[in-house]
């Protein structure tokens, strides 16, 4: 089996905004080349996601009316609490995509699995100043891991509420069907 990927670049005239027809319409080669359950990110508000999409939301979708999709990912997003032919959608929001494999050090992974965030072991290090010398002219002694005196100096903090890298929001759809508005 060949893919074959369609270069797709909107085009605004005068820079209007694209009206939902004009990005349902545009969207139409790209989405018909995509696979059910195909996800990619998108870069226009949610109310103008096309019509054999949905959004990565966490949504619980009506196994009736969304049958090709459920025919792809079941209840795998599911949290207990559906309906009887409910089943949902993955929820990515806030979370950073990483690719399955590859370099990741954590070999025990699986798809669809979450993983909670996580510093790298590291040290910091500080100055151990006695008598007159450093800081002031204060004395004082630090921890260690194994213990000792605790009347240790704090390093001082910095950074903000969270540890993230550079990054831009975008919005990730699924190919939910063929047909706008479910199968």
């Known amino acids: 089996m060949t893919a074959t990927f369609v270069n797709y670049e909107p085009r605004i005239p005068n820079n209007a905004p694209l009206t939902y027809l004009q990005v349902d319409n545009n969207f139409k080669n790209v989405s018909m080349q995509m696979p059910i359950g195909g996800v990619i990110d998108y870069h226009m508000p949610s109310d103008q996601i096309p ?3 949905v ?3 966490g949504a619980e979708l009506d196994s009736t009316v969304y049958t090709e ?3 792809v990912i079941g209840t795998t997003y599911n949290s207990g609490d559906e309906g009887a032919n409910g089943f949902r959608v993955p929820d990515t929001r806030g979370y950073f995509i990483r690719h399955l494999g590859g370099v ?3 070999s025990e992974r699986t798809l669809t699995s979450v993983q909670s965030d996580l510093f790298s072991e590291h040290n910091h290090k500080s100055l151990k100043a006695e008598g007159g010398g ?3 002219g ?3 002694n630090y921890l260690t891991n194994g213990g000792g005196d605790s009347s240790g100096k704090d390093i001082a ?3 903000g509420e969270e540890t993230r890298p550079i990054n831009m929001p975008v919005i990730r759809i699924m190919k939910a069907s063929t047909l706008a508005g479910g199968s």
């Open 51 to 53: 019509s054999t999409f």
């Open 55 to 57: 959004e990565c939301d």
């Open 157 to 159: 903090s910095t950074g």
């Open 69 to 71: 999709l459920f025919g």
């Open 104 to 106: 990741d050090p954590d």
């Open 134 to 136: 450093g800081l002031s």
């Open 138 to 140: 204060s004395s004082f």
